[in-house]
């Protein structure tokens, strides 16, 4: 498919409040377009609960309702039971978390409802940090990573929180990247004709928070893709299957960008750079994903 | 045609609840509360029960999955106690501002450390200011009518808050008692299906719990007072559409006990109510001018009647629960209640933390001390002070 086969149809609506190039917007536009007007959405504490403007606005034409940081999941169950005692199981329950509320204090009852089979799509938009605190460490925050909890850098490696979805073997997980709708759009598509608990994770690199120009989100969605710091795949029936340019390094068709592609471009691990470079640091990330790649190699391969 | 069915405050809960045939009951086990959610599991066994059952993974997920449910619009249960009901402590505040009609029962329980699963209010008296309506139940049927009662309280348009019927630890929740089980037609003709104040509707799409600036969201402060306001006048006529359809009686937001004539007047809760009555038989066998308040809802809190109680007698409250640093919430909301309105004298007693037995002589004997002008003016723990 390509980008003209995406419906026109908007739900998302002016009267964001979102950043200029925040990656959040830009995926939950073509979420709603993959899903159109007949869901259901529960949002946590998270940047959407800012962008989705001032009471008694908004900027979302589905029913959304916002709920406590750690109870996106478990509040989904909730909405699922209630529409579905109503025959009404032709609308999709989406709870859309970011990666604090996802990684950290979501997990629990995210981990609760896939294990009691919910029927829903679970949507982490990853930017790897709190954001809507200010920047702050998360699970989800890579390694030398500056945060405002981190200041020097962050001193370990981030969770795989894919995989510890897969070993609730739900019918379907997938990770994407904003970078390209088109995966984004056929996943969430994909999931929406799934019963059970879906998982979807959207790499979202979050300009104020990572430090990048608003022009960049989408170039530094692709170099994650790119220098292998983030994977697009699917999981399915057990089975682990790599696409697009993950696809690609996976199968050894083409070579890792070097992570320094990536990082560069980003002011939160400029202390990398200078004011000398950290050679030490920069040789630690990268074997880091080296090795993430054997091991998926060796998995799913 | 009414039945009796003879068994525990827990079970008893689980019947009314079913009863009230809600559409999702999402709960988690926790002593003494498990006999309760395994008494609606069992239901959901014989097909008693038609509504969805979530077995969830916490307390704060059975709140936040009933609040979801609530949200589209269908009538929802759960029960906890103790820990679990502090655990669910930030979604009662959000299931009461979003105006969301969950009902709950919940087994009074001490809180830890130390470990114990005793009779004891701090449980809920903490969560007193979360916005739910409060009631204490002091018998078995009185928490099989209350929990009806409370749909219909809570469903009221002009309410839509969420409702928390407390009941003594194993007094009560463990404790056999023969009750009145109403047909199931007579019911659902006293509970009308639920009507909602909003829900999240595909074709009528809001978005709810956004950020909402300071002024707007007093006045959600603001409504949320003038629907616990609008409970205390709902709560008596609730409770005598009760009467007149089903022939009995707990009283309103408090229940008068031989009060005609009494110059003393004891305020207490729960099974502490109960006894009380005994007491209070005794004590009028020797002649003392004493009569009983027991008082049904904490919240909305009856300030006009205590007022009313204190302009004709000295009023006596016993607490099984203290607010540390301060006293008894019932003393406390006494006191307040009575300020710039009467004159009357308001006599404090913590007595049965931790699950102490509290037995209807001890009760007299706080009684007397008060009557013979012995009490100072602080509130006293009965049995480390000389009483």
């Known amino acids: 498919m390509a980008i003209k086969d995406i419906p026109v149809e908007e739900c998302y609506i002016p009267g964001s409040a979102a950043c200029p190039g925040c990656p959040a917007t830009m995926a939950m536009r073509t979420v709603f377009k993959a899903i159109g007007k007949k869901m259901i959405m529960v949002v946590p504490a998270c940047c959407t609960a800012v962008i989705e403007s001032l009471h008694p606005n908004t900027s979302f034409d589905i029913p959304t309702m916002n709920i406590a940081f750690e109870a996106a999941a478990a509040g989904a169950s909730g909405v699922e039971a209630g529409l579905r005692k109503q025959g009404r199981e032709d609308i999709t329950v989406v709870a859309w978390a970011g990666d604090g509320g996802t990684y950290d204090i979501g997990i629990q009852a995210l981990s609760g409802a896939f294990e009691r089979q919910t029927n829903f799509i679970y949507i982490c938009y990853n930017n790897q940090i709190y954001s809507n605190t200010g920047i702050q460490r998360s699970g989800a925050t890579p390694y030398a990573a500056w945060t405002t909890t981190t200041v020097s850098g962050k001193t370990e490696f981030r969770k795989e929180m894919g995989e510890i979805i897969q070993a609730h073997h739900p019918p379907y997980a997938a990770q994407t990247c904003i970078a390209y709708p088109e995966d984004l759009y056929k996943k969430v598509k994909k999931a929406k004709g799934i019963k059970g608990p879906k998982y979807i994770e959207i790499m979202a690199p979050c300009p104020p928070g990572w430090r990048f120009g608003m022009e960049k989100t989408v170039e530094m969605g692709t170099l994650s893709v790119e220098t292998g710091a983030w994977a697009l795949y699917e999981y399915e029936n057990d089975m682990v299957t790599f696409n697009g340019k993950s696809k690609l390094i996976l199968e050894g068709k083409i070579k890792l960008k070097p992570i320094e592609e990536w990082i560069k471009y980003q002011g939160r691990f400029r202390h990398l750079f200078v004011p000398k470079k950290d050679t030490e640091r920069l040789k630690e990330i990268q074997d880091h994903i080296e090795k993430m790649w054997e091991r998926y190699r060796s998995c799913y391969l | ?387």
Request: with cysteine; charged share 25%; aromatic share 10%.
């Open chain 2, 1 to 387: 045609m009414t039945s009796v069915m003879i068994d525990t405050g827990n079970y008893i809960a689980a019947k009314a609840a079913v009863m009230c045939k809600p559409d999702v009951v999402a709960a988690y086990p926790i002593t003494p509360q498990t006999t309760l959610v395994e008494g609606v599991a069992n239901y959901v066994g014989t097909g008693e029960f038609k509504g969805d059952y979530i077995c969830v993974e916490s307390e704060h997920s059975a709140m936040a999955a009933c609040i979801g449910a609530s949200a589209t619009g269908v009538r929802t249960f759960t029960g906890t106690s103790s820990h679990g009901l502090l655990l669910m402590h930030e979604m009662l505040h959000w299931a009461a501002l979003a105006r969301l009609p969950v009902v709950m029962c919940n087994i009074n329980r001490v809180v830890g450390p130390g470990w114990n699963i005793w009779p004891d209010e701090n449980d809920s008296i903490s969560q007193r200011d979360t916005g739910w309506i409060q009631f204490y139940c002091s018998s078995n049927q009185e928490i099989f009518d209350t929990v009806i009662q409370s749909f219909k309280i809570a469903e009221n348009l002009n309410v839509s808050l969420p409702v928390m019927i407390s009941y003594n630890a194993f007094i009560l929740s463990h404790t056999s008692m023969p009750v009145f089980v109403p047909d199931q037609k007579d019911v659902d003709s006293f509970l009308p299906k639920r009507i909602p104040k909003w829900k999240l509707d595909v074709e009528n799409p809001i978005t709810f719990g956004n950020i909402i600036l300071p002024h707007e969201y007093e006045k959600v402060r603001k409504d949320m007072q003038e629907a616990q306001e609008f409970a205390l006048k709902l709560i008596p006529e609730i409770a005598k559409e009760w009467k007149n359809k089903f022939g009995r009686f707990h009283g309103d937001l408090i229940e008068y006990y031989k009060c005609d004539g009494a110059e003393y007047i004891l305020l207490s809760m729960g099974a502490i109510g109960a006894e009380s009555k005994v007491a209070i038989d005794n004590l009028q066998k020797e002649g003392l001018k004493i009569g009983l308040a027991r008082v049904r809802a904490l919240r909305p809190f009856p300030q006009k009647e205590v007022v009313k109680l204190s302009k004709k007698a000295d009023l006596i409250a016993i607490d099984r629960n203290i607010s540390v640093g301060m006293e008894g919430a019932l003393f406390s909301e006494l006191k307040g209640s009575l300020y710039g309105k009467s004159d009357g004298k308001v006599h404090g007693f913590i007595a049965g933390l931790g699950g102490k037995d509290v037995p209807f002589g001890d009760i007299e004997k706080m009684c007397k001390k008060v009557i013979d002008g012995k009490t100072e003016d602080h509130q006293i723990w009965y049995g480390f002070e000389e009483v």
